[in-house]
Every structure is written in structure tokens, then in C-alpha cells.
């Protein structure tokens, strides 16, 4: 699915954060990230991926996320 966020150049995710497990939806273009897992309900970003990990105590970068599969 394409981004909501900045259109057609961003694919949306389904990421594991490793540390702890959890899993969120974000785009691997522009990094907007979503607290769900389910993509008919994704309003606006309130979040990107390093704002994310840093609310966690994570270090803000990718390989803190596991990629599963795209959406
Ligand atoms: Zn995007």
C-alpha cells in the first residue's frame, strides 16, 4: 500500500520493534509511522520512526525494527 503521507513514492510496512515486540506500521520513504497494525484505520502519522524509538529508550535507527512484510 502506498503512503498516505507522501503518495506514491513510500511502501508501507509491517515492522517488529525487536526489543520489544511490538509492531507498528511505517512508510520506508518517509519514515512516518503508525501505532497500529492495521492499515484501514491509519489517520495521520503522529509519530516518525525515531521519535518512536526514542519514546521507547531505543536507539532511533532501522535496524532497532524487523522487517515482516509489506502492506
Ligand atoms: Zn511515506
Known sequence: M???TCGEYGDLVLLKVKRTGAQVIACTECD????????????????DVA?????????PKWSELELLRRV
Open 2 to 4: 502506498h503512503c498516505p
Open 32 to 47: 512516518s509511522l503508525w501505532k497500529t497494525v492495521d492499515v484501514t484505520t491509519l489517520g495521520e502519522p503522529l509519530l
Open 51 to 59: 521519535d518512536y524509538l526514542r519514546e521507547h529508550h531505543l536507539p
